[in-house]
């Protein structure tokens, strides 16, 4: 068996500790699913800051909603909760929806 050393940090360290008679048989086991994930590079993979970035150009450009934590908070505003739904009056949308779809020539 051979012996390798690398660096990892304090936090790691201290988590691995229990794990030290076990750590050859978790390195395997982690090289396993790396290979069925077909993941060649786990370092080249983008960091969480980077995809905050991309996902704040989307919302911004407008191609993705809002989180659920900023919905959640818009609506919790008091200005919100006091609105009250616009009063129309007429047939449902549904209604004329149906009725024009059946008013066309190929019907």
């Known amino acids: 068996m051979e012996i390798i050393k690398i660096p ?6 201290q988590r ?3 794990y030290e008679n076990e750590l050859p048989r978790l390195l395997e ?3 396993r699913v790396i290979k069925t994930k077909k993941i060649t590079s786990p370092v080249s993979s983008p960091t969480l800051l980077q995809q905050k970035q991309v996902i704040r150009a989307l919302r911004q450009a407008g191609a993705i909603g809002p989180d659920a934590e900023t919905i959640a908070q818009y609506l919790a505003k008091p200005e919100v909760k006091k609105r009250q739904p616009i009063r ?3 047939k449902p949308t549904s209604t004329l929806i149906i009725e024009e779809r059946n008013s066309r020539s190929w019907n």
Request: net charge neutral.
């Open 8 to 13: 990892v940090s304090y936090e790691l360290a």
């Open 16 to 18: 691995l500790r229990s």
């Open 29 to 31: 086991l982690g090289l």
């Open 88 to 90: 129309a009056g007429g």
